[in-house]
Structures are given as structure tokens and as C-alpha cells.
């Protein structure tokens, strides 16, 4: 079965970090180039960040440029989105998603909230 289940989302203060996690399954994890996305109540779904299968190319959306690092662990499967100096405006479900994979689609998401 071809997955993607992502966490370590929560509730974090302005100013804060959160490292999201996304493990993958039922697919070769190592060859495909992962990305966040995240979608805000009433909003659009938004690229954040994406990495090559190697980790040798990462690009970030602007909003997130600076403050958002993207990594990943082919031998654990996992791709990660280190975030810090969160702002309320990030508040979203966060996605982690790969392209070409038949039948694999989005997975749950992973909800963070920044409030004070």
C-alpha cells in the first residue's frame, strides 16, 4: 500500500519552531523528489518547499524562504520541514506529497497552528 503519513504538527507561539515529519511506504522513496505543501482555512493549497531525491536541490516558496528548511532520510524513508520563526500566517494543514506514484494521492495532513 502507497502512503504518505505525515506528523509533529501542534499548536506553537509566534516565534517558535516545529519539525514536521512524513513517512513513506509502498514505494522506492529514494528515487522521487518530495514536497510540502500546506493548505490554510479558506485558502488555496500552497507549494512551501521541495527536495530532489538526493537532497543535492531544495526550493522554497518566498513565504517561507529563510525559515523553513527541507531534508530528508532515504534509509528512514522520511522527509522533513524544519520550521522556525513561525508566524501566525503559517497556520495550516501541512502536506507532504510526491508526484508519479500510481495511486498515491494526498495523505491526512498535519495540522500547526501558531497563536499566542
Not at 28 to 52: D, L, N
Not at 92 to 103: E, H, K
Request: hydrophobic share 30%.
Amino acid at each position: 500500500q502507497v502512503q504518505l503519513v505525515e506528523s509533529g504538527g501542534g499548536l506553537v507561539k509566534p516565534g517558535g519552531s516545529l519539525r514536521l515529519s512524513c513517512a513513506a511506504s509502498g514505494f522506492t522513496f529514494s528515487i522521487y523528489t518530495m514536497h510540502w505543501y500546506r493548505q490554510a482555512p479558506g485558502k488555496e493549497r500552497e507549494w512551501v518547499a521541495s527536495i530532489t531525491s538526493t537532497g543535492g536541490s531544495r526550493n522554497y516558496g518566498d513565504s517561507v524562504k529563510g525559515r523553513f528548511t527541507i531534508s530528508r532520510d532515504n534509509a528512514k524513508n522520511t522527509v522533513y520541514l524544519q520550521m522556525n520563526s513561525l508566524k501566525p500566517e503559517d497556520t495550516a494543514v501541512y502536506y507532504c506529497r510526491t508526484f508519479g506514484v500510481s495511486g498515491l494521492g494526498w495523505g491526512q495532513g498535519t495540522q500547526v497552528t501558531v497563536s499566542s
